[in-house]
């Protein structure tokens, strides 16, 4: 799951510095890592300053994705001593698309759809910005590229109730790989616990299935993780968004 995502959105670029692919043009900077960056001391302070001075001269936050198995042992700590701050730790979990998959099973009033309507991914994205309290408008702009750039490699799904999203989830193959991931599967609190995630991992694995793929990934919340767990998913390590900003004063 490291390394250039294929079917970069348009205005998306990737560049490489060193050991690192540096992608530019998403709502913030991303960075992806080998597991063993490879350079130790001093010269991995530099390469760390390097990512953080780039986007800062373009006046924009940067996310440093590292795993918990990554090398050198003392990479979040040098993050750290560069400005970048660590978002929540998720856990990675791993599974078999074929045993995830299966019919939905949803609350009564609750319907599943794939949707790929600029609109219905600005809705998503509402959805997403009153649940957290913050800015989502970004999520709906990534999703409209993606499907733009490559719309048999990801499927949106939205859970309504009425006409509202009460819930939503996507689907991204990993071309050329085995893996597929399950991103998103954020629900409005007033509907949690009946069995919507469920429902949205079960119809994505099932997508998955269709396409041929065996594996599927997910960076799993601590709210997530117990009900991927209960489906057979397996942890295999952790994965912590270390974050520099402009407007954090670091």
Same mark, same amino acid.
């Given at each position: 799951m490291r390394g250039e995502p294929p079917n970069p959105a348009d205005g998306v670029v990737y560049e490489q510095d060193g050991p690192l692919l540096r992608v530019v043009g998403q709502f913030r900077g991303f960075v992806s890592a080998p597991r063993d960056v490879g350079v130790r001391g001093a010269e991995l302070d530099r390469l760390i300053a390097r990512q953080r001075d780039?986007?800062?001269?373009? =006046?924009?936050?940067?996310?440093?994705?590292?795993? /918990?198995?990554? +090398? &050198? $042992?003392?990479?979040?700590?040098r993050l750290r001593a560069a400005g970048f701050v660590p978002e929540e730790r998720e856990t990675?979990?791993?599974?078999?698309?074929?045993?995830?998959?299966?019919?939905?099973?949803?609350?009564?009033?609750?319907?599943?759809?794939r949707v790929t309507a600029d609109?219905?991914?600005?809705?998503?994205?509402?959805?997403?910005?009153?649940?957290?309290?913050?800015?989502?408008?970004?999520?709906?702009?990534?999703?409209?590229?993606?499907?733009?750039?490559?719309?048999e490699a990801i499927a949106v799904l939205v859970a309504e109730v009425g006409g509202e999203v009460v819930s939503a989830a996507w689907l991204v193959v990993r071309e =050329?790989?085995?893996?597929?991931?399950?991103?998103? /599967?954020?629900? +409005? &609190? $007033?509907?949690?616990?009946?069995?919507?995630?469920?429902?949205?991992?079960t119809t994505r694995a099932e997508l998955a299935v269709a396409r041929g793929v065996r594996y599927l990934?997910?960076?799993?919340?601590?709210?997530?993780?117990?009900?991927?767990r209960r489906l057979g998913f397996q942890a295999v390590t952790t994965t912590t968004?270390?974050?520099?900003?402009?407007?954090s004063g670091a």
């Open positions: 780039f986007f800062a001269a373009r =006046g924009e936050a940067v996310e440093w994705k590292t795993r /918990g198995h990554d +090398r &050198p $042992a003392d990479l979040t700590e990675v979990l791993i599974g078999r698309a074929e045993r995830m998959a299966a019919a939905p099973v949803l609350p009564d009033g609750v319907t599943l759809r609109a219905d991914m600005h809705r998503i994205a509402a959805m997403e910005s009153e649940v957290w309290g913050q800015d989502w408008g970004w999520l709906g702009e990534d999703l409209i590229g993606r499907v733009a750039a490559a719309p =050329g790989t085995e893996f597929a991931g399950l991103w998103g /599967g954020t629900t +409005r &609190p $007033a509907w949690r616990g009946r069995g919507i995630y469920r429902a949205l991992v990934q997910v960076d799993a919340s601590d709210d997530s993780a117990p009900i991927l968004p270390y974050v520099w900003s402009p407007w």
